[in-house]
Every structure is written in C-alpha cells, then in structure tokens.
Nanobody
Framework: QVQLVESGGGLVQAGGSLRLSCAVS????????MAWYRQAPGKQRELVAG???????NYAESVLGRFTISRDNAKNTVYLRMNNLKPEDTAVYYC???????????WGQGTQVTVSS
C-alpha cells in the first residue's frame, strides 16, 4: 500500500524558513510527477509547486522566488524549501505523487504551516 508521510511543518514568524519533506513508501510504481499543494481555511486547494521527470519545475506565482521544490529519486522523497514566509502562506500543505498511469495518484495526510506576523 502506498503511503506518503509528510514532515517539517510548524509555526514560524514572518520572514522565516521551513523545509517540508514527503517520503513515499510502499510504491510499486514509477513516480513521474511530484508536487506540493496547500489549502487555507475557507479556500480551495491550490498547486504550490511541481517537479516532473527531468527536474522540470513549476511554481505558483505567489511563491516564485521564495519556494524551491526538489526531489531525491533514490529516496522517493520530495522537498519544499520555503523562505521569506508570509502570513498568507499559512495553510495545510499536501504532497501529491503521480505515476505514468491515471490511477497512480496519491496524496499525503497534510502538514500544517502557520506563519505569524
């Protein structure tokens, strides 16, 4: 059974940094895409950053220049380095991984990030 375990969330002051990690275990499929999403209270879940095969990355405009996504394929782990955090970054952050087939789409349980002003 595929499991995604996230870690690294917490409470930080504005301007601070955090690094989120998401480790994939139990996978019997080749991971193609890895991504981080977030959902703030009362808002829809939104894509924060994604990384595809070949380390091709994309970011939400609101985090461009502040967040960096990376992956370690040997460890089946995706990271999100978040710098210069702002109160509007407060949300539950979820990792998502996809394989090469449509049914291979998995989510983590979420990790809370709270940025105080």
């Amino acid at each position: 059974q595929v499991q995604l375990v996230e870690s690294g969330g917490g409470l930080v002051q504005a301007g601070g940094s955090l690094r989120l990690s998401c480790a994939v275990s139990g996978s019997t499929f080749a991971i193609k895409n890895m991504a981080w999403y977030r959902q703030a209270p009362g808002k829809q879940r939104e894509l924060v950053a994604g990384i595809r095969i070949g380390d091709i990355t994309n970011y939400a405009e609101s985090v461009l220049g502040r967040f960096t996504i990376s992956r370690d394929n040997a460890k089946n782990t995706v990271y999100l380095r978040m710098n210069n955090l702002k109160p509007e970054d407060t949300a539950v952050y979820y990792c998502n991984v996809q394989g090469w087939f449509g049914h291979e789409d998995y989510w983590g349980q979420g990790t809370q990030v709270t940025v105080s002003s």
